[in-house]
């Protein structure tokens, strides 16, 4: 049987995807039994160089032309303007969807995923979170047995790539920013990643993939690491913790916990050695127990390959018309995104060196309920920083688990006390023993 398939936006994926699609066609037939055609390729710009040249008689500038063509539409364009307009016409045209638009679904998707559901079409997008690893299908099919605990997810790698140099080489993260952005991992531009926005994409699509309901992109919590101090990451070395930019999904009874912030977890726990441009995702299941994806997140190879994973699952579905594991709405009722986060706390004061300090601060975060576990306080390591001729030195404080909106009030009344120089430094902890 033959599937035709259209791809409209032919940047950097949607290059590797055509290269793929032509170049192990023969291959992917012989697996699946369906030979998956590529019929049209549409973009407004074929004089750009690319690293693979598309067939003449494939290129168009007109999508429409992909519509009327194709059963299985590609939507590789981006942002949330054109290419919702394009899926929504795709859809109602009767065509499977693939995309790899996590920024659109996350934020807009809902429109979309209901669309698909209604016309009883197919919507894939595992290219959208951990480009060549596999955990859409992974939370889809093989997952689908579980009660899904908790997600922990290294899903950007720009920004993990930063913070691996701050933490192996003790640069600053302009320093590490400046060289991700001269070898190609982050863009002029890279808000998108250091702000935090992309991998609150990614785990917004995997939450509502894991519990069964649509969440408001409003509703997410999201911090980058763009204000990240060297001397936090070496401090947090003294304790025994690595910082990584890390999502995080969590049911808790009725409610679910979705965020993004910089975080120390353990340096002996497998997140923590994923290391340079690598995204790592790990997913505990009530049955399966904690499994772990690691691959590369992102270039036109690997995305590639996530996107033609989905393009056999739209062929199969055009044959058998299965819509199982598709809906990310099958949850009975509304679960509630939690603000008020459970968590351990690395904070840090700057104050003066001298007796009684460490007892004031003591005392507010005891009215707050908040109880500490351990005190570090290191001369080497602000001379490490580059801080050991200040005035003030730093006195971090690791507390036990406590709920944010405590530790923001406790913070709020440390601010007022006048041994406390500059602003606190809040990182959250990841450690299940505590």
């Known amino acids: 049987m033959q599937v035709k398939v259209g791809i409209v936006g032919c940047g950097t994926v949607g290059t590797g995807t055509a290269k793929l699609l032509l170049e192990n066609g023969e291959l992917i037939k012989k697996k699946t039994g369906i030979e998956f055609k590529l019929v049209k390729v549409a973009d407004i710009d074929w004089e750009k160089k690319r690293e693979f040249e598309i067939p003449k008689e494939l290129r168009t500038t007109d999508y429409k032309e992909v519509l009327k063509e194709a059963d299985i539409v590609v939507e590789l364009v981006g942002g949330t303007g054109f290419a919702k307009k394009l899926i929504l016409e795709a859809l109602n045209n009767g065509k499977g969807v693939v995309t790899a638009n996590k920024h659109l679904l996350a934020e807009e998707g809902r429109e979309i995923f209901e669309l698909a559901k ?41 920004t993990n790539y930063i913070l691996t140099e701050m933490f192996e080489k003790g640069v600053s993260f302009e320093i590490a920013l400046k060289d991700a952005q001269e070898k190609g991992y982050a863009e002029a531009d890279p808000s998108l990643d250091v702000d935090g926005w992309d991998a609150a994409h990614k785990i917004t699509l995997l939450a509502m993939l894991a519990y069964g309901n649509y969440i408001d992109f409003k509703d997410v919590y999201v911090e980058g690491i763009r204000n990240i101090d060297k001397l936090d990451v070496e401090l947090g070395k003294e304790l025994g913790y690595t910082l990584k930019l890390l999502a995080i999904a969590k049911r808790v009874d009725s409610e679910i916990e979705v965020r993004v912030h910089p975080t120390f977890i353990h340096s002996d726990e497998a997140l923590a050695k994923v290391s340079g441009v690598y995204n790592a995702v790990m997913i505990e299941g009530d049955f399966v127990g904690k499994t772990m994806f690691y691959g590369q997140g992102a270039g036109s190879h690997p995305t590639a390959s996530a996107v033609v994973s989905d393009i056999v699952d739209a062929g199969r579905f055009l044959i058998c018309k299965d819509l199982r594991y598709l809906t990310v709405d099958w949850e009975d009722k509304k679960l509630k995104v939690r603000k008020n986060f459970y ?64 530790v923001q009030k406790a913070l709020t009344e440390i601010k007022k006390l006048p041994v406390v120089v500059d602003e606190p430094v809040l990182i959250r902890v990841e450690e299940e023993a505590y």
């Not at 480009?131 to 290294?154: C, D, F, Q």
């Not at 920083?385 to 405590?406: C, M, S």
Request: aromatic share 6%.
């Open 118 to 158: 209604k016309k009883n079409l197919f919507l894939g997008f595992e290219a959208a979170v951990g480009g060549g690893i596999p955990v859409i299908k992974a939370l889809k099919e093989g997952l689908v047995g579980n009660r899904i605990k908790n997600i922990l997810g290294i899903l950007n790698g720009t």
């Open 343 to 406: 968590s351990r706390y690395y904070l840090r004061f700057d104050v003066p060196d001298k007796p009684g300090v460490l007892a004031k601060i003591s005392k507010v975060l005891a009215d707050f309920n908040i109880s500490i576990a351990a005190v570090l306080q290191k001369e080497m390591v602000c001379k490490i920083a580059g801080r050991e001729n200040e005035p003030v030195v730093p006195l971090v404080i690791l507390t036990h688990k406590a709920f944010e909106e405590d």
